[in-house]
């Protein structure tokens, strides 16, 4: 997932949760909305955690270097 992609997904994921606080949905429209946002969390998980292995990473080496 690139970075815009990411911050896309932010975007909509806050539109989710809007809809679904505001509570003037169809059950069946939350649970659709529920399982869209449970996919789109996954999805921003795995980036941010590539980005924090990536910074234990540079950490790493910066260690063992300096």
Do not use: H, N
Not at 11 to 21: A, F, G, N, P, Q
């Amino acid at each position: 997932m690139k970075r815009a992609d990411y911050e896309k997904s932010i975007k909509r994921l806050e539109e989710i949760v809007e809809k679904l606080e505001e509570g003037k949905i169809s059950l069946d429209e939350a649970m659709k909305l529920f399982d869209e946002g449970t996919k789109l969390t996954s999805g921003c998980y795995e980036v941010l955690k590539k980005a924090e292995q990536k910074i234990t990473d540079i950490s790493e080496i910066e260690k063992t270097e300096g």
